[in-house]
Structures are given as structure tokens and as C-alpha cells.
């Protein structure tokens, strides 16, 4: 019983210091409206931002590529024989190296 009223003496003394504590922890810490929530979420949109702009870009350029092969049907050829690797009936074809960059839109894809 003695502890009891202590314990409340206690608590009666710093009730301010209590909820100014308790509201600076479920401002900064707890919570999904936190401090540190909402540092996440303005890195997670950060990131997305950039993944949009990358896109943009080869959405751009591929665009342009497109365009190109509407408008011109020896790209079609070219991009077929540099891609694909396909060739003309009367033509050889020689593949110098195994290695092929990777940053090289003509290279052709890999399928597992």
C-alpha cells in the first residue's frame, strides 16, 4: 500500500515530463505517421522517382529505335543481323568473340 502511494506521488509530480515524453516517443518512434516512417517512405519515393526517370529514358530511346524501323526497312535488316545474328541466304557469318557487352543493345538476349 505504501508503494502504491508512492508510486502515484511519483507519477503525480512528473505527469508533465510523462506525456511530454510518452508524445515525443509516439511522434519520433511509434506509430506509421512517425518521424522515422515518414523518412522511409520519402527514401522508398526517391527511389521510385529514379526508377521512373530510367524508364523514361529507354521508353525514349526505344521510341526512337521504333521510328527509325517504321520509317526504314534496312534497320529492320541491320538489327535483325546484329541482334539475331541472321543472315542472307548467300552470306557467312563469323562471331569473333565469345564475350559480348553487356551495355549493348544489339546483343542478343538470353533465354533460360
Known amino acids: ?5 508512492r508510486i502515484l506521488w511519483w507519477i503525480g509530480r512528473f505527469k508533465y515530463v510523462i506525456v511530454v515524453v510518452g508524445g515525443v ?9 512517425s518521424m522515422l516512417q ?5 527514401r522508398q519515393i526517391a527511389d521510385l522517382e529514379e526508377e521512373i526517370e530510367r524508364q523514361d529514358a529507354i ?16 534497320e529492320v535488316r541491320k538489327i535483325a543481323r546484329e541482334r539475331y ?3 542472307a541466304s548467300d552470306e557467312d557469318i563469323f562471331i569473333l568473340s565469345d564475350e ?8 542478343p538476349t538470353q533465354q533460360n
Open 59 to 74: 521508353f525514349m530511346h526505344d521510341s526512337i529505335r521504333l521510328e527509325e524501323m517504321e520509317r526504314n526497312p534496312e
Open 1 to 5: 500500500m505504501r508503494i502504491a502511494k
Open 85 to 87: 545474328f541472321m543472315k
Open 25 to 33: 516517443l509516439l511522434i519520433t518512434v511509434l506509430g506509421e505517421n
Open 100 to 107: 559480348i557487352e553487356e551495355n549493348n543493345d544489339y546483343a
Open 38 to 42: 515518414r523518412y522511409r517512405y520519402a
